[in-house]
């Protein structure tokens, strides 16, 4: 057969196939790739060298043009999201204006094994294909080859990227163990870095923190002291306006009080670098007095309480500051039962067991709006149409008594809430019977705990106002620190005596240096005496006297003679015993005196605890509104009024008075509302930074306060009823007349639709 001819037409593009393109081809447009993950000294030298290398090798190369340097200075390549050069790069080559890129290996390209593929894939998918050389690996993507060789590679690139961010993290752990902070105090207000890298008080900056912590302590919103620092034209730490967001964030700051709180923020994903709340995935550090604060610890243990909005409870072990952030329940859960026991042991005893909270459901009668409207279509025979609303009332444990699968008593079981709900306060004749035994409290309705509580907060403020020193809560602060004063005076607790032992504690310190002195005097004769080698190596100048005396003062202690590197023995009676029962002695003086003293500041400071929480309580009676949201005057119930036109000042009804409002005799007019007595609003910030404990005695809820005053509230047995005619003002402004119960917590109403009995027979026929 006659072998026939075959012309070979060569390619005029390049293609992906064995053996590469980089070495054969010419006229190609070649461009370079660097990059250094740190701006360090070492690297900048680096990031420099990669540039000129690359520039003069493509400019040298026959057959190649130069297409230019792409390069990211101190980016990481875990990510190609802030590596600008790279993602540029990357946007020319699929444009048509490269043929290759040229890099050093696979980790200046990228330590992310899917950045890798997916950009090299995407290279190569271009008509013509645009090729990646590898230097270090020596891999050509435009060998069909290399793609293997290449995923294996820069995966161990990405593997040792995560290697190199364990050790960082390592490293940032051991620090945090140490008690070394990393924090930049240029995003932090209130703090310069000194010229050993220690906190320095930027005092501009601190006269802000400490007006956010007292405008807050003195009951202030986050969002109103936002606006108070706008208007004096005061900046965050960025040069911004404040916003009550920012306001919180420093309320918040430990670093304020001299703490530091260590890896709050973690980083999971080494790939993409970006920080989460640390939420137990990691142990956190905290170093108290790390620095000097700004605000003092009771200022800050007061902003805490109020921001936490939950004080302790009866009994608990945990501090206010530690719980749970954000808590919006009510915080009457320290209240306890003062009513006497009829029955049993305890007969004529308190009965001292804590409240719980149970809250209860009522119908909104003649409630209507457009969901209802709409939802019936005028035909009410299919559907009832409900508004609902919820009120919290609180009672005694002890007078629901055990409940099955109850646990240890602390809000009360949920097996006694469900009875409680179930019941709805309406028990039978034998368990009402067995409830009084029990315990004779009632129940009280948390409107009303917190109505009394602002009456009793008004009550105070007006007084102090009109009289000062003279007032009620003044002379009833005085009078509690006069008592803990005689206390302190009949433990022997004077600041005179406190100076007297810091003086007598400086002697005997000095008075000890002394008698150690001579002792490591005698003990050094004695040594240099009965070893000769010591001799000899002091004549030779291999040690001095100076080393041998503190040899021998690190053998010390406080409990024997002394012991010695050069172990000498000394006789009874000798010289060193003598001195060194002298300084067993003196030690033992000066602990006795550092405890004594350590009980004095103790005392000395619960009292200036007390002065300082005072303080800050007329602080907060102070800034209490007289005026409402509507801009109203606010009418006091017991103060400025006598009660309302429906219900007398402790909350009874007034004969006639509903019903000449149904019938329409009478008339509320803007005048007569603006007269009513206001529902206060309830300062939950000023209840849990300032009260410790409530008994509750009938009536009367009498509260322990954390400054040594014991307040009295009355009216706690009111019920829902007892505030008709009221008015409420809400944020807005808008006032509204509380003629119904539901009004007292109208901002609760839930719209409910039932299907009537007769609709659901219907239906299942």
Not at 273 to 296: F, L, M, Q
Request: net charge neutral; glycine share 8%; hydrophobic share 30%.
């Amino acid at each position: 057969m006659t072998q026939k001819k075959v012309e070979v037409i060569p390619a005029t593009k390049r293609s992906v196939h064995n053996g590469g393109q980089l070495k054969v081809q010419s006229n190609i447009r070649v461009a370079a790739y660097c990059r250094v993950s740190t701006g360090d000294e070492s690297q900048q030298t680096s990031y420099t060298t990669q540039k000129a290398f690359y520039t003069n090798l493509i400019t040298n190369k026959p057959g190649w043009r130069f297409a230019g340097i792409y390069a990211d200075e101190a980016k990481s390549g875990t990510s190609r999201e802030h590596r600008e050069d790279f993602n540029r790069m990357m946007a020319d080559a699929l444009d048509g204006k490269l043929d290759y890129i040229v890099t050093k290996s696979i980790s200046r390209f990228a330590r992310n094994t899917v950045d890798t593929l997916n950009c090299v894939r995407q290279l190569r998918q271009q008509n013509p294909p645009v090729g990646v050389y590898f230097e270090k690996e020596n891999i050509d993507t435009l060998d069909a080859t290399g793609e293997l060789i290449l995923t294996i590679l820069s995966a161990l690139a990405q593997d040792e990227s995560r290697s190199i961010s364990d050790n960082i993290r390592w490293s940032i752990q051991k620090n945090f163990q140490a008690g070394k902070p990393k924090v930049d105090l240029n995003r932090m207000l209130g703090y310069d870095k000194g010229a050993n890298g220690e906190w320095v008080i930027n005092p501009e900056q601190a006269k802000t923190v400490r007006y956010i912590f007292e405008r807050y302590v003195c009951g202030q919103t986050a969002n109103r002291i936002a606006k108070e620092l706008n208007e004096l034209g005061r900046k965050t730490v960025n040069k911004k306006n404040w916003s009550a967001s920012s306001v919180l964030t420093v309320l918040r700051n430990e670093k304020y009080v001299g703490d530091i709180e260590m890896q709050k923020t973690i980083t999971k994903d080494f790939l993409t670098h970006r920080s989460t709340i640390n939420k137990g995935e990691a142990p956190r550090y905290y170093v108290e007095n790390h620095h000097v604060g700004i605000i003092d610890r009771s200022t800050w243990d007061k902003a805490q309480t109020m921001l936490y909005e939950k004080p302790s409870k009866v009994g608990d072990s945990v501090p206010a500051q530690k719980k749970k952030r954000g808590y919006t329940g009510s915080p009457f859960g320290n209240l306890v039962c003062g009513a006497v026991l009829e029955h049993g042991e305890r007969a004529g005893k308190e009965c001292g067991e804590g409240f719980f909270r149970v809250t209860y459901t009522g119908v909104a009668t003649g409630y209507t709006d457009d969901r209802s409207l709409a939802a019936t279509g005028g035909d009410t025979d299919i559907y009832l149409e409900k508004y609902a609303y919820a009120y919290p009332v609180w009672r005694c444990k002890q007078k629901m008594g055990k409940r099955e699968g109850e646990k240890p008593r602390q809000n009360g079981t949920p097996d006694q809430k469900l009875y409680c709900r179930e019941k709805h306060g309406r028990l039978s004749d034998a368990e009402r019977k067995a409830a009084n035994e029990r315990c004779p409290s009632e129940s009280i309705h948390e409107c009303a705990l917190e109505q009394s509580f602002m009456e009793m907060l008004y009550r105070l403020k007006r007084d102090y106002e009109k009289n000062h020193e003279a007032s009620e809560i003044s002379t009833l602060f005085h009078k509690a620190c006069e008592q803990m004063y005689q206390q302190m005076k009949g433990n022997s607790v004077s600041v005179e005596r406190l100076e007297t032992l810091d003086a007598q504690i400086k002697e005997l310190e000095e008075k000890l240096q002394e008698t150690i002195g001579r002792q490591v005097t005698a003990m050094r004769d004695a040594v240099l005496e009965q070893n000769l080698e010591l001799n000899e190596s002091l004549a030779e100048g291999n040690i001095t006297l100076d080393e041998i005396d503190s040899d021998i003062r690190n053998g010390l202690t406080g409990n024997d003679i002394g012991t010695s590197f050069y172990h000498a023995d000394y006789e009874e009676g000798s010289e060193i015993e003598a001195y060194a029962s002298l300084a067993k002695d003196i030690r033992q003086r000066i602990e006795s005196f550092r405890k004594e003293k350590e009980t004095l500041s103790q005392e000395q400071g619960a009292l200036t605890v007390m002065k300082k929480n005072f303080d800050l309580f007329i602080a907060c009676l102070k800034e209490l509104p007289e005026q409402n949201a509507a801009g109203m005057p606010l009418k006091v119930n017991g103060l400025d009024v006598q009660g309302s036109l429906f219900r007398d000042v402790d909350g009874k009804p007034v004969d006639g008075a509903v019903a000449s409002l149904n019938r329409g005799r009478l008339k509320m007019t803007p005048e007569r509302i603006a007269e009513a007595p206001d529902l206060l609003h309830f300062e939950k910030g000023i209840y849990c930074a300032f009260m410790k404990k409530g008994t509750v005695k009938g009536d009367i809820v009498l509260y322990e306060t954390n400054f040594g005053v014991t307040l009295p509230t009355c009216g706690n047995q009111r019920t829902l009823t007892s505030f008709l005619g009221f008015k409420k003002c809400s944020l807005d402004g808008l006032v509204t007349l509380v003629d119904a119960p539901y009004r007292v917590y109208d901002n609760t109403v839930q719209y409910r639709r039932y299907l009537r009995s007769k609709a659901k027979r219907e239906q299942a026929v």
